[in-house]
Every structure is written in C-alpha cells, then in structure tokens.
C-alpha cells in the first residue's frame, strides 16, 4: 500500500521553467494556419520547450515513491517513446491551430523576430536543454545570491517576469494537476495502490499547496538568474515589459495551457505504459 509521494524537486524546478499555467480557450473568429503556427514554434522557442518536457520523464518514478533504477536498462527506451517529440509538437500544432488568434501570433513573433528576442530565444533553449537541472538550479541561486548581496534590481524584474509568464497564478494548481493524473492513472493501470480516494488526493494537495507555491517561485527566480545572466539589466527590463503587454499575455496563457495538457497526457500515457513494467527486470 503507497501513500503519495512529494512531488519531486527536479520536477518542480523543471516546470518552473515551463511556467506552466490551464485555462479554458475560447476559439477565436481568425485562427492560425498551420504554417504560421509552425513557424511561430520556432521563432518563439516554443518548439525546443515542448522538446524539453521529455526531460521531465525520469522523475515520473519518484513520483510514485520507487527508484528509478528498478526499472532496468529499458526505461529510457520507453520514456522516449512516450515523450516523442515530434508527436509532442504535432499536437501543439494542432492545438494552437484552433486557439491561436493572429493579432497575438504576429505580436509575440514580431517580438522575438527582433534582435533582442532572438538573444533572449537563444538563451531560453540552451537552458531548457540542460539534462543536469540541479546543477543549473545550483547556479542559478548563486547568481541570485550575489545579485541579492549587490541590492540590485534584478530580482524584483525576474520576480515580475515571473507573475507576467503566469499572470494568471496557476502554476502551481498546474503542477498538482500533472502530479493527481498521473497518480490516479497509475493507480487505475494497477501500477501502485493508493491509501486515498481523489477527495482525499486532493485534499492532501491542497495542504501542500503554500510550500509548493514558495518552492516553484524560489525555483523559477533561479531559473530566470541563469538563464538570463549574459544580459543587461536594460534587456531584462525590456523583455519584463513585452512580456506584460496584453497581446503577449494571451500567448502566454495559451502556450502554457498546451504545456501543461501535453505534460500531463504523456505522464498519463507513460503510467498505463508502466502496468507492462516489472521491478527488478529490465523493463
């Protein structure tokens, strides 16, 4: 019998970087075709984020309170099947298809079309690429440290960074929700058993909520320090404030929306996958 298992620092810390966030679209009266959406992909970074949530995979074990290396040589195998990334992007795809206004799509890509946008894109891949997240994480509150001791303003921009990627606040609930799926599809796969209903999975997240939110903020200041620490305090000002216009908002609602429901569908898809998968063996 298993009860649930704290959610994983390296997972929060990853999705902190994804800035994760749901809310219900409506369609809009002109949506993107699906070249221009590809391209916004690109343009923005969008794609090699979406590529990133596969990185997520190797805390999917610690989640359910069992170590990564009882699953044998294979995991790695399986994981990347589950976390396909060409499958992953095809599905964002077709989701901002339908959702995607051009008003919005032409902002932000116009944005990061610019000569600082394309800095700032750069910058943005290289860190979500990096598999060793601790060690990025490490860095990062040095660099917040030092900026901390300086008095400089930095923080109090990386702060508003934060709140203008998730105006909306939901982060948090995001990530429990990843967390309650993917427990209860493990649980209807047969792959754990757990002591508690979803009332009380629920419950239990809800009590968990203050630490979670204080540990995805402290992890997203970090992560926002080593990203963007080769550029001006100007260049983060002015990305802070790109990122607050309304346009770009709603980009950022939806870009995080489809993050969140393609990390979840995988983790769901990867535990139902699991039901296969004997401890001990090599899967």
């Known amino acids: 019998m298993q009860m649930i298992a704290p959610i994983p620092a390296v997972l929060v810390r990853f999705l902190s970087v994804l800035c994760l966030a749901f809310a219900a679209w409506p369609l809009p009266a002109l949506a993107a075709d699906r070249e221009r959406v590809e391209a916004f992909l690109e343009v923005t970074g969008f794609d090699v984020a979406l590529d990133s949530i596969a990185l997520s995979a190797s805390s999917a074990p610690e989640m359910l309170g069992v170590d990564t290396g009882a699953f044998g040589s294979q995991w790695t195998e399986l994981s990347e099947d589950v976390f396909n990334t060409r499958e992953m992007r095809g599905l964002a795809v077709e989701i901002l298809e339908n959702t995607l206004d ?52 930095r923080v109090a921009m990386y702060q508003r960074m934060g709140s203008a990627i998730d105006a909306a606040g939901t982060g948090v609930r995001a990530l429990q929700q990843i967390q309650f799926r993917f427990l209860m599809a493990a649980a209807a796969a047969g792959v754990i058993e757990l002591e508690l209903d979803a009332d009380g999975l629920r419950a239990l997240m809800k009590e968990q909520e203050s630490d979670l939110r204080l540990s995805l903020q402290a992890s997203s200041l970090a992560a926002s320090a080593y990203t963007y620490q080769e550029f001006t305090d100007a260049e983060v000002q002015t990305y802070v404030e790109a990122l607050e216009e309304a346009p770009m908002q709603r980009v950022y609602e939806l870009l995080n929306a489809v993050q969140y429901e393609i990390t979840a569908n995988r983790f769901e898809e990867l535990a139902h996958r699991m039901a296969d998968l004997t401890p001990g063996q090599d899967i």
Do not use: C
């Open 102 to 153: 051009d008003e919005a799509l032409d902002h932000a890509a116009a944005f990061y079309a610019s000569d600082l946008g394309k800095r700032l894109v750069r910058a943005e891949n290289a860190s979500h690429m990096v598999e060793d997240d601790e060690v990025k994480q490490l860095a990062g509150n040095r660099i917040v440290s030092d900026l901390v001791k300086e008095g400089s303003e």
